[in-house]
């Protein structure tokens, strides 16, 4: 698949930019095809690896495979600085890794920084898995007053409390029914 993965990266970049697959002439411009064939032949093999469908209409549309990122083969240390690999490493896809159930997951932009201990910065996006059950220690969506807070899921003399992870905000030990809406279950933040 050499340069294959090259072409699949502009054809990604293109979908990213226009949200549709461009066609096969607008393909042989962008990786220098001088014949349709040799896009048909790119097609097939993207394809054959399930980067690309094609719908109904005929139309190529993004495959199975499409959206998954290539993982690095090393890993990077946090501290100490460590040789680079710039190998091809295995591919993730970054829905399949954080999304177990599509139908019960939201994503949630969170607002405030009474969690910023905890590493949710604010504008950070969190993977919330809807659910009413969640263990102490679980990062939860509680629902207090009719009011939805991020905090983590905590128990003091038989109750369950909600605790902050940044020291300037209160623990919230609710007065009337706590009500949990979902457990977190990964985040992920844009650098500007």
Known sequence: M?????????LQDYYADHKTLPSYSTIA???????KNAVTALVARLKLQGY????PDKRLKPGLRFFERLLAESTVRAGFPSAASSDRG???????FLVERPSQTVLITVKGDSMIDAGIMPDDIVIVEKR???????IVVAIVDNEFTLKTLGREKNEFVLLPANKAYP??????????????????????
């Open 132 to 138: 009413q059950l969640a263990n102490v220690g679980d």
């Open 52 to 55: 690309l469908e094609s719908a």
């Open 171 to 192: 623990v919230i030990r609710p007065q009337g029914q706590l009500e949990i809406f979902g457990v977190v279950v990964g985040q992920f933040r844009k650098y500007k």
């Open 2 to 10: 050499g340069n294959d993965f090259d072409y699949l990266a502009k």
């Open 29 to 35: 411009q962008m990786v220098g095809f001088k014949s």
């Open 90 to 96: 295995d591919t993730l896809s970054i829905d399949e």
